[in-house]
């Protein structure tokens, strides 16, 4: 598989390319889908459902990487928090703010996500042989975030509050997710997954001083505690804006690869990140909306500055809803065509 | 002035502090003065209300520094742009979205803010002498981000598309956004202000490829511009979320300072960003709603590590609304606390 030999510190030309939320309402395959399945819950929870629409920007696009369809919501709705998705608004759960509600919260949930596995076994049958299937969950902070928040949007006030002011008893919701993805994330290795990607959406909200234990320690856990099992299964981590800090995330988790958010210089990471990490990343999903001229140099930009280096191509956040289609087919034509081509 | 001789290179101990957002919704007697005002255009342009909120956090709490109150939305207000803010929702404008649209705008804006300029004389000769003064604008990126889009809240989608997909375009509204920037912050200087911020709080929606054109370029006009008239006033940016690029930022625009937001280590910008450049910020408002110990020991972190450079004390963002008023007391308090008091 190209995507995974990339990992092997072997730079590929042109390089391998997925985009994140490469499955999404973009696609008016993915909207008749979802309009099956009911809600968004079901849709994650329903194997058949959850497999076709992961397979249908492989049919599309034919990225080299396929990525489980799910959501990172899924781990505190296995725990037993209330959850549920409401129009326009986003995912909606009941706040857990003290020990107490820490404390009633199942910690054996990774038994509850068994569709989630089998949306795995079906898609590794499924996929082409040369396409990746990236298993994935949300990285502690950002999940404990949400459950504390009980809603996204408002930078999570609530959760660094907690954090800052009780960090021990923070540190219980934290080591209770952590713990529960790595059950989550051994399991879908062990259905099929050919490499793991790590959200760590809201980590640019914690500040410098927070980020060694709330975002690297428990990473380095789940990192650890997969290669302890499955030392051949690259880890990607994606530290959503934290900036400077992302070599010191590299160097602190062991992760294999790290996902680069669009506002960070692939120049400036192609030097500030250890050589045997890969880069992936990092356009701007706007340009994906844009296309046309803009797009395409953008493109050419990133893959100048990162070639001769292990790179994947991606974005630096995921495809937004406005996206046309044929856009997408044009920005993956245009990485696909050979060097000095014209395109 | 405290605040001004840490611009002449040399460190202070401990040094001068202030927060932005110090005038605020946390303080009764500025939700008292508030309610007097009406809604929060009118606060802005009314200099005997705009005086009284900007001096009280300066009563309660003698900072070293004071912030004019207005708003950087006052510029499209000046061009023309309708704007309302409406409760629980923020600014709403209506949006500019081409060329025709930026073409109706009024260019000769500076002159309409009259009653701003008003303010900083009331305020310049209220103000202790000890106690410099801070004007301040938006960024012309930030402004312009706001016009287009109409609200905050969303990433700025349409302004980044437009700014993508046709730059000539888009600089049309940036170029008319930092004539009248410039002339803002000009008669500003002129009616006493001892200091100007400016504030990029969306630079970081912007790719990194996009940096040079939208925040850098414009910025450093601004800087040109101000520096001409008037050289020994410094000026500080605040480029929020731009993360590795800080010193970019500062080698590019010429500013005298830079705040820093609190995703940003200070171990890492005192490294980082050039000596001659003043280092302000940059403790996460969170700790100020949390308080105590948490907050004390965070407040010591970043004295410890900025001593020898010289620095501000500040926030890396506002303070928000439920803080409570006697932490910013308690912080100010322990900010000035002799070195090795035990505090």
């Known amino acids: 598989m190209k995507f995974l030999t990339v990992f092997e510190n072997t730079p590929v030309s042109p390089p391998p390319v997925w985009m994140m939320r490469q499955a999404g309402r973009y696609l008016p395959e993915y909207r008749e889908t979802r309009a099956r399945a009911g809600d968004f819950l079901s849709l994650c929870l329903n194997p058949e459902l959850a497999t076709e629409v992961t397979l249908q920007p492989i049919r599309r696009y034919g990225f080299d990487a396929s990525i489980l ?22 995912p909606v759960l009941e ?3 003290d020990r107490a509600q820490v404390a009633r919260l199942a910690g054996d949930s ?41 809603r996204g949007g408002k930078g999570f006030v609530a959760a660094r509050r907690w954090a800052f002011s009780d960090p021990d008893g923070f540190q219980t919701l934290i080591d209770m997710v952590t713990e ?24 640019g909200l914690l500040p410098a001083s927070q980020l060694e234990r709330w975002v690297i320690r428990p990473t380095r856990r789940i990192v650890e505690a997969l290669k302890a099992r499955h030392p051949q299964v690259p880890v990607i981590g994606f530290p959503r804006g934290v900036g400077p800090a992302v070599p010191a995330y590299c160097a602190g988790t062991g992760v294999d ?11 400036w ?6 050589a045997g990490v890969v880069l992936q990343g990092n356009m701007d999903p706007q340009f994906v909306v844009a296309g046309g001229p803009a ?15 292990p790179h994947i191509f991606n974005l630096g956040h995921g495809l937004v809803p406005e996206t046309p289609p044929e856009h997408v087919s044009e920005l993956v034509a245009h990485i696909r065509a050979p060097v000095g081509a014209g395109a």
Do not use: C, K
Request: hydrophobic content about 50%; cysteine-free.
């Open 69 to 90: 369809f799910a959501d990172i919501l899924l781990i505190p709705h296995a725990m037993g928090q209330p959850l549920a998705y409401r129009e326009g608004e986003g």
């Open 95 to 97: 706040p857990v703010r």
């Open 110 to 150: 990774a038994e509850r996500l068994s569709p989630v596995y089998q949306t795995v076994r079906n898609l590794r049958a499924a996929l082409p042989a040369e396409v990746a299937l990236i298993g994935f969950a949300g990285a502690p902070w950002t999940v404990a975030a949400y459950m504390v928040e009980g």
């Open 180 to 203: 529960a993805t790595i059950h989550y994330l051994l399991a879908q290795i062990e259905a099929g997954a050919n490499a793991i990607q790590i959200f760590d959406s809201w980590a």
């Open 257 to 267: 690869g790290v996902s680069l958010d669009e506002s960070l210089d692939p120049a």
């Open 269 to 274: 990471a192609a030097q500030a990140v250890p």
């Open 295 to 309: 797009m395409r140099a953008e493109a050419d930009r990133i893959l100048a500055v990162l070639a001769g280096r």
